[in-house]
């Protein structure tokens, strides 16, 4: 497994918020976390990427246990995020936003660069342009792009279809669908439709738990569960 969470229990101020997570990612696919509002799922990503520190349990990624290290280091570990308001310098152009990002530089960042402008024609055509002016759809393809060149496996994504009109949404997962080939995605969404389409492994969070988990298939052939925890039939 590439990322593996045990029984993590995360508090915000004083209330327990994450009361025993446990989930796991496999290399090459996209795990899907559903949840009704305020489930946790934001949580459950900020834990991972240690800006919501866990109190107990374990967070593995490649083996490794990195439960406790500081935020800074996870992210040099490879793990790219993309928060739901997307983190973007709307004062900065695409080019300024990449030149930023892409401290090392490297060929295999430059080699990365090349392939999402390639995904995402736009970010190329907006090269010059202020972050802040791209449309909502531009603005999350930028965000993704940028915590993909950072990357080196795995990809947090949280509500990328968050306000985007449909045909966007539609657009946007099915770039996300095409990152499988090289990267790994753990993907919030709250739009079941477009997210059951392209993930293969789903897990459903209620209250700080993990109530269900398994194969897509499973979640698209249970219509009891999805209008149990998702109202959605
Ligand atoms: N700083 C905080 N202090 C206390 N409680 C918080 C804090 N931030 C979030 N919460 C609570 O934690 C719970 C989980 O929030 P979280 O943002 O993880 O949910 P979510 O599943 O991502 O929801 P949404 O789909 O609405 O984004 C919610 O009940 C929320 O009110």
Redesign the pocket.
């Known amino acids: 497994m590439m990322l593996q969470l045990d029984h993590i229990e995360t508090y915000?101020?004083q209330?327990h918020?994450l009361q025993g997570v446990s989930l796991s990612v496999q290399a090459g696919s996209i795990t899907v976390l559903f949840?009704r509002?305020?489930?946790?799922?934001?949580?459950?990503l900020r834990s991972i990427m240690g800006l919501a520190p866990i109190r107990h349990g374990q967070i593995r990624y490649l083996g490794e246990e990195i439960g406790h290290l500081p935020t800074y280091s996870i992210a040099r570990k490879g793990i790219g995020y993309v928060p739901?308001n997307q983190g973007i310098f709307h004062d900065f152009t695409v080019e300024e936003t990449f030149r930023l990002a892409m401290q090392k530089n490297d060929d295999e960042q430059k080699e990365k660069l090349a392939w999402m402008l390639d995904l995402f024609p736009d970010l190329g055509h907006y090269w010059k342009k202020k972050s802040g002016h791209l449309s909502g759809g531009q603005k999350q393809m930028l965000a993704i792009a940028r915590a993909y060149v950072n990357s080196n496996g795995l990809l947090l994504i949280d509500?990328p279809s968050k306000g985007l009109a449909p045909i966007m949404v539609e657009k946007l997962m099915f770039h996300i669908e095409s990152m499988k080939q090289k990267t790994t995605v753990l993907l919030?969404e709250?739009n079941f439709m477009m997210a059951s389409m392209i993930g293969e492994q789903y897990y459903l969070?209620d209250e700080g738990k993990i109530v269900r988990g398994g194969a897509m298939q499973e979640l698209k052939d249970d219509a009891d569960t999805r209008q149990k925890y998702l109202g959605i039939a």
């Open positions: 915000l101020d209330f918020i949840g509002n305020g489930a946790g799922k934001t949580t459950t739901e509500e919030v709250q969070m």
